[in-house]
C-alpha cells in the first residue's frame, strides 16, 4: 500500500473489499469494542458530563464565530514569546515552507509527533522529495510507517493490525530505519514496545529538528498544547534545536482556562482515561530549556471555505478523539482505509468532503458512508451533530447531478405530481394491488438497494379500499 490516500476508489467499492477480509474484521471488533466501553465508565463518573459537552461546544462555536480575531491574537503571542508565525493557504504552501525551513538548518533528517494535520498535507512525501528524511515516532504511526501502510484511526492508526502483523514487521523492517528488532522478538507487548523504544532512542538523540502539530493554542499566551500517552512527543518537542508546528487553524482557543473543560473531555473520549499520561505545553522560546527556534504553520487548506458552511462548519469544532469511530456499525466493519481520507469514519465522512469538496467520485460517496443511526453525535465530546451534516452533505452532492442523482429526482418529482393528486393516487395503488402476483423481485436499476434487500409484499387491498370496506 502506497503512503499517501491519492487514487483510493469511492467508498462503497473500497468498504465492499474491507469487509471481506475477516482479519481486519475481528481486529477492528475486538479493539474499537474495548475502547468504546472503557470510554464509557469513564464518562459516567462525571456527573457534569454534559454541561462539560455543552461548554466544549460553546467556546468552539464562540472562537469559530471569531477565529480572524483570536488567529490575529494568537500571531502576537507566539512572536512576542520568541517564535515565528507563518501562514499557508494549502498543502502545497504549507509543505513548502516547512521544507525550506528544515534545509536552512542544514539538517537531513526529522523526528515527528503524531500530527493528522501533516498527515492531511502529505507533509511526509513532500519532505522525501526534498531529500529529508522524516520519522514518526509514535508507536502506532511507526508501526505504519515502517508497514509501508497507511492509518486507519484517529487516536490507533496502527489498529487494523495485530500483535502478529506488527511483530512481523519490526523484525523485516526496522533495519531499514535504523536499529534493527531482536532476532527473538515476539508479540509480546511488552517486548515489542521495547524494541520500539531502542529503536527510536537513537533517532531522538540525533535529530536537530522536531516536527508536531497540536490539539490546542493559547491565542492568549501563544500556549501550543500536545496530548499523548507514550512520552515520545515530549522527546520530539524538547530535544531537538528547532522544533516546526503545523497547525490547523481551527485548533485555536480564546483563553488558558478555556483548557479546563477540554483537559477533562478529550482524555476521557479517546483513550478512556481521567487525565492523559503526557499533556505538553510550551510557549515560544526560553533560553536553555527545549529547542531554541520555534515556528508555527498555521494551516486553512479548506478549512476557511467550510467555516462559510452554516451547517457544515461545526464539523470544526472536532478535537480528534476519534469516540465517533469507535461506536460507528460502518467504520468497525469497513475500517479506516475505506473512507480514502487521514480522517476516517463519521467525522471524516464529514470533514474530508468539506476541506477537499465534493467533485471527486471518493469525496462524492463519504457523506453516504453512515448509517444515520446517531450513536456518533451521541459520543461527540463537542456535540457535532454528525448525521445533519452528513444529510446536508448528501444534498450538496445530489445537487451536483450524476445518473443515479437524476433518476431519483425524476422519480421524486413523479411520486410528487401522483401524491398531490388523490385520484391518480388511488387508481395507481388499485393496479398496484390488482397486478402485485406479476411484479419482479428486483427493480431494474435499483441493484444497489435491492441486491441486499427483499422488495415488501403488496398486501390484496390499497388502504383506501380497506378503509372504505371494513376499515370502519
Not at 494568537?74 to 514569546?81: F, I, K, T
Not at 528488532?181 to 533517532?203: I, Y
Not at 486553512?300 to 456499525?329: K, W, Y
Request: hydrophobic residues 40%; contains cysteine; proline residues 5%.
Amino acid at each position: 500500500m502506497s503512503g499517501t490516500f491519492v487514487g483510493m476508489p469511492a467508498f462503497p467499492e473500497a468498504a465492499r473489499d474491507a469487509v471481506g477480509n475477516t482479519t481486519l474484521r475481528a481486529n477492528l471488533r475486538h479493539a474499537t469494542h474495548t475502547i468504546r466501553d472503557k470510554r464509557a465508565k469513564a464518562v459516567a463518573e462525571l456527573a457534569d458530563w454534559q454541561q462539560l459537552r455543552e461548554a466544549g461546544k460553546q467556546i468552539k462555536n464562540h472562537t469559530l464565530r471569531h477565529l480572524e480575531r483570536y488567529l490575529v491574537q494568537l500571531e502576537e503571542s507566539v512572536v512576542r514569546a520568541g517564535g515565528t508565525v507563518h501562514w499557508a493557504a494549502d498543502a502545497d504552501e504549507a509543505n513548502r515552507i516547512v521544507a525550506d525551513l528544515v534545509k536552512a538548518t542544514g539538517e537531513r533528517e526529522v523526528v515527528k509527533v503524531k500530527s493528522m494535520a501533516t498527515q492531511e498535507i502529505g507533509l511526509n512525501e513532500a519532505l522525501a522529495a526534498e531529500g529529508i528524511s522524516a520519522y514518526e515516532t509514535d508507536l502506532a504511526e511507526l508501526i505504519v510507517q515502517l508497514g509501508r501502510d497507511l492509518p486507519s484511526h484517529i487516536l490507533v492508526p496502527a489498529i487494523h493490525r495485530n500483535r502478529g502483523e506488527i511483530r512481523d514487521i519490526f523484525r523485516e523492517e526496522m533495519g531499514k530505519w535504523g536499529r534493527p528488532a531482536p532476532d527473538a522478538l515476539t508479540d509480546s507487548p511488552a517486548e515489542l514496545a521495547e524494541a520500539a523504544r531502542l529503536h527510536l532512542r537513537e533517532k531522538f538523540l540525533r535529530a536537530k529538528v522536531g516536527v508536531s502539530g497540536a490539539n490546542f493554542m493559547v491565542a492568549e499566551t501563544g500556549t501550543l498544547v500536545v496530548f499523548e500517552s507514550e512520552g515520545n512527543g515530549r522527546m520530539c518537542l524538547t530535544l531537538p534545536e528547532t522544533l516546526i508546528s503545523v497547525v490547523g487553524i481551527e485548533k485555536v482557543i480564546p483563553t488558558w482556562q478555556d483548557l479546563e473543560v477540554f483537559l477533562q473531555t478529550l482524555p476521557r473520549s479517546s483513550t478512556a482515561e481521567r487525565m492523559n499520561p503526557y499533556t505538553s505545553m510550551w510557549t515560544g522560546t526560553t533560553d536553555g530549556d527545549g529547542p531554541s527556534v520555534f515556528h508555527l504553520v498555521l494551516l486553512d487548506n479548506g478549512r476557511t471555505d467550510t467555516l462559510a458552511d452554516e451547517v457544515g462548519r461545526q464539523a470544526l469544532r472536532c478535537i480528534r478523539c476519534s469516540a465517533c469511530l469507535n461506536v460507528c456499525p460502518v467504520y468497525e466493519r469497513a475500517g479506516g482505509h475505506a473512507y480514502g481520507s487521514v480522517y476516517p469514519g463519521p467525522i471524516g465522512a464529514i470533514l474530508s468532503p468539506q476541506l477537499r469538496g465534493t467533485e471527486s467520485e471518493i469525496d462524492a460517496s463519504l457523506p453516504y458512508a453512515s448509517s444515520l443511526c446517531g450513536a456518533c453525535y451521541e459520543v461527540c465530546p463537542v456535540a457535532i451533530d454528525i448525521p445533519e451534516v452528513l444529510v446536508h452533505l448528501r444534498e450538496r452532492v445530489a445537487d451536483r447531478g450524476g445518473r443515479g442523482h437524476r433518476l431519483e429526482k425524476a422519480a421524486m418529482k413523479a411520486a410528487s405530481w401522483a401524491m398531490d393528486r388523490p385520484g391518480v393516487m388511488a387508481a395507481a395503488e388499485r393496479a398496484a394491488t390488482r397486478t402485485r402476483r406479476l411484479h419482479p423481485k428486483k427493480v431494474p436499476g435499483t441493484g444497489a438497494w435491492t441486491d441486499s434487500r427483499a422488495l415488501p409484499e403488496l398486501p390484496e387491498k390499497s388502504f383506501r379500499d380497506w378503509w372504505k370496506g371494513e376499515g370502519r
